[in-house]
């Protein structure tokens, strides 16, 4: 049997894990918090640019911007693999880094020149181990990305797409559902495709010119020449928000699975330790008993 | 006098939710005035100010461009960045026009790209200095 004083020292060095990762838990809950009430601010921007796009399409103007249309050849790409700077969140880092190598072999397998774009330290650490070169490291954005600072990426790809150099450009990010799931996936950003609100039927009335909606300041299409670098933009911002809530909810699920293993390990020892403790002791009983009787003897 | 309702909306958080006499949103082709009552309209922002007086108080607010939806007596302004004018940086702002006058503009989206940073920087600029 065990020595009972070791026994007793590891149950206080897991005692002492059990209360960092406890701590760790409580953090991430309350930065989940924060996180999500980003992302439920953002909706709230989503929602009108989509009201605005599905104004446009209803007073009959015809929804075409080159960022929506696929260009003829795809000659270049970029992917861009969104992680977190730090680690201790379950399989969160693994799953994007995953996924991301193995979009980035299909992506090679299609296209003629793909660069790699990686959001996080775990992410540039992780491509690094692998020898898979990156393009651009994103070390900057944590549990509270700022809008201003995806934009400015969001602007560099707007410009490589202007300038021809880029044709499309993939994410792959862990998307929030709910608390109880989040989902690794990746999408397509550039080209567009269609932006959201655009398929609104098409009010006969108002393209008539009978009534007006709304007056168009200074032109419909004027305005949809901004609504859709910005939807692109919002679109981008909202895969780092999705991927820094999800973060968050990784570790808490992970820290609070670690500090539940803590809590069996503590009872498992403790029964090992009681059970040591009392064989000594018993040992010792039978030593004095047996040492009276050889005196007695 | 009337009032009617206006919302400053970044994708990052709703910077002002309130009731007020007048607005003055900078449309991309000049200023315009919005006062209650004013007919359903979308209009395309361009970098400046957005300024709100109710009674005699004035606010003013810088935005980066976006856009403004006018209807039902609400006005929602939407906007990549939004700040209120005592807290731009000016010396941030004259290092990104220095910046975006460097840039590039090999074709017409480049072009468009370096003048709306140029814009916005002196939007931020002109704002400061006429206060």
């Given at each position: 049997?065990?020595n009972?004083?070791?026994l007793d020292?590891?149950?206080?060095?897991i005692?002492n894990?059990?209360?960092?990762t406890?701590?760790m838990?409580?953090?991430?809950t309350?930065?989940?918090?924060k996180?999500?009430?980003r992302a439920t601010?953002?909706?709230d921007?989503?929602?009108r640019i989509?009201?605005?796009v599905?104004?446009l399409a209803?007073a009959?103007l015809?929804?075409?911007?080159p960022?929506l249309?696929?260009?003829d050849?795809?000659k270049?790409?970029?992917l861009l693999?969104?992680t977190?700077n730090?680690?201790l969140c379950g399989?969160?880092n693994?799953?994007a880094i995953?996924?991301g190598?193995?979009?980035?072999?299909?992506l090679k397998s299609e296209?003629?020149t793909?660069?790699l774009?990686v959001s996080?330290k775990r992410?540039?650490s992780g491509?690094?181990?692998r020898d898979?070169?990156m393009?651009?490291?994103y070390?900057?954005?944590?549990d509270?990305?700022?809008?201003?600072?995806?934009?400015?990426i969001?602007e560099r790809?707007?410009?490589?797409?202007?300038?021809?150099?880029?044709?499309?450009?993939d994410?792959t990010?862990t998307k929030?559902h709910?608390?109880?799931?989040?989902e690794?996936?990746?999408e397509t950003l550039?080209p567009l495709?269609?932006i959201?609100?655009?398929d609104t039927?098409?009010?006969?009335?108002?393209?008539?010119g009978?009534?007006?909606?709304?007056?168009f300041?200074p032109?419909?299409?004027?305005?949809?020449?901004?609504?859709?670098?910005?939807?692109?933009k919002?679109?981008?911002?909202k895969?780092?928000?999705?991927?820094?809530?999800s973060?968050?909810v990784?570790r808490m699920?992970?820290?609070?699975?670690a500090?539940e293993?803590?809590?069996?390990?503590?009872?498992?020892?403790s029964?090992?330790?009681?059970?040591?403790r009392q064989s000594?002791i018993?040992?010792?009983i039978?030593e004095?008993?047996?040492?009276?009787e050889?005196l007695?003897g | 006098m009337?009032q009617?309702?206006?919302?400053?909306?970044?994708?990052e958080?709703t910077t002002?939710?309130?009731?007020?006499?007048?607005v003055?949103?900078p449309?991309i082709?000049?200023?315009a005035?919005i006062?209650?009552?004013h007919?359903?309209m979308i209009g395309?922002?361009g970098?400046?100010?957005?300024?709100?007086?109710?009674?005699?108080?004035t606010e003013?607010y810088?935005?980066?461009?976006?856009?403004?939806?006018?209807?039902?007596n609400?006005?929602s302004?939407l906007?990549?960045r939004?700040?209120?004018a005592s807290e731009?940086?000016?010396a941030?702002?004259?290092a990104a026009?220095?910046?975006a006058e460097q840039q590039?503009a090999?074709?017409?989206?480049?072009?468009?790209?370096k003048?709306?940073?140029?814009?916005?920087?002196?939007?931020q600029?002109?704002?400061?200095?006429s206060a």
């Amino acid at each position: 049997m065990a020595n009972a004083r070791a026994l007793d020292k590891r149950r206080k060095s897991i005692r002492n894990i059990k209360k960092i990762t406890r701590t760790m838990e409580l953090i991430a809950t309350a930065r989940f918090k924060k996180a999500m009430d980003r992302a439920t601010s953002a909706n709230d921007y989503t929602k009108r640019i989509t009201a605005v796009v599905s104004d446009l399409a209803r007073a009959g103007l015809e929804v075409s911007h080159p960022l929506l249309e696929a260009p003829d050849v795809t000659k270049g790409a970029t992917l861009l693999v969104l992680t977190g700077n730090r680690g201790l969140c379950g399989g969160y880092n693994g799953n994007a880094i995953r996924l991301g190598a193995k979009t980035l072999e299909l992506l090679k397998s299609e296209i003629e020149t793909v660069t790699l774009d990686v959001s996080g330290k775990r992410g540039v650490s992780g491509f690094k181990f692998r020898d898979i070169e990156m393009a651009e490291n994103y070390l900057q954005f944590d549990d509270e990305p700022l809008f201003a600072e995806v934009e400015e990426i969001a602007e560099r790809y707007l410009r490589e797409y202007a300038a021809g150099t880029l044709n499309r450009l993939d994410v792959t990010y862990t998307k929030f559902h709910s608390v109880a799931k989040q989902e690794i996936v990746n999408e397509t950003l550039l080209p567009l495709g269609s932006i959201e609100g655009a398929d609104t039927p098409v009010d006969p009335e108002v393209a008539a010119g009978n009534t007006a909606l709304y007056e168009f300041v200074p032109s419909a299409e004027s305005i949809l020449e901004e609504v859709v670098p910005t939807s692109f933009k919002i679109k981008l911002f909202k895969c780092f928000l999705d991927a820094a809530v999800s973060e968050q909810v990784a570790r808490m699920i992970a820290m609070k699975s670690a500090t539940e293993a803590a809590n069996d390990m503590i009872k498992d020892l403790s029964r090992t330790y009681n059970r040591a403790r009392q064989s000594q002791i018993t040992g010792e009983i039978m030593e004095v008993i047996g040492g009276v009787e050889a005196l007695e003897g | 006098m009337a009032q009617i309702n206006l919302v400053i909306v970044t994708p990052e958080t709703t910077t002002l939710d309130a009731d007020v006499d007048g607005v003055t949103v900078p449309l991309i082709d000049g200023s315009a005035g919005i006062l209650a009552g004013h007919a359903p309209m979308i209009g395309r922002l361009g970098p400046g100010e957005v300024r709100t007086t109710n009674g005699s108080t004035t606010e003013r607010y810088y935005v980066d461009g976006g856009f403004v939806q006018v209807e039902g007596n609400k006005i929602s302004v939407l906007t990549g960045r939004s700040i209120p004018a005592s807290e731009i940086d000016v010396a941030a702002a004259k290092a990104a026009l220095a910046e975006a006058e460097q840039q590039e503009a090999g074709n017409a989206d480049l072009a468009a790209l370096k003048s709306k940073s140029i814009a916005q920087a002196r939007a931020q600029i002109r704002m400061v200095e006429s206060a």
